[in-house]
Nanobody, 123 residues
Framework: VQLVESGGGLVQVGGSLRLSCAASGFTSDDYTIGWFRQVPGKEREGVSS????????KYADSVKGRFTISSDNAKRTVYLQMNTLKPEDTAVYYC?????????????????WGQGLQVTVSS
């Protein structure tokens, strides 16, 4: 399984970014993708998750109403649309995959991780 993230960068407060996570190595939709983020000195935290087979989603309270996770199953790609960005959203964002079939933000559940990409929100 390989995960490749794209779409990070620098954006101003209140702006938007869309992150993409392209997955390879899966032969069906029976898996879950999660987005996590980490700032230096802090634990990696779950942001959002989606189960590809049924579209079940989960969000951290800090991003509810601002971030939307979606998938294009044919492309095996998961997107994280981030709107109304705040300085505290600045972090390295990682996508991760698990064979589990429940959307979860519990980091130990995930077996595969992407390389991460920087998102910086400037004020």
């Amino acid at each position: 399984v390989q995960l490749v993230e794209s779409g990070g960068g620098l954006v101003q407060v209140g702006g938007s970014l869309r992150l993409s996570c392209a997955a390879s190595g899966f032969t069906s939709d029976d898996y879950t993708i999660g987005w996590f983020r980490q700032v230096p000195g802090k634990e990696r935290e779950g942001v959002s998750s989606i189960t590809l087979s049924d579209g079940d989603t989960k969000y951290a309270d800090s991003v509810k109403g601002r971030f939307t996770i979606s998938s294009d199953n044919a492309k095996r790609t998961v997107y994280l649309q981030m709107n109304t960005l705040k300085p505290e959203d600045t972090a390295v964002y990682y996508c991760a995959a698990t064979w589990g079939l429940v959307a979860t933000l519990w980091k130990p559940e995930y077996d595969y991780w992407g390389q991460g990409l920087q998102v910086t929100v400037s004020s």
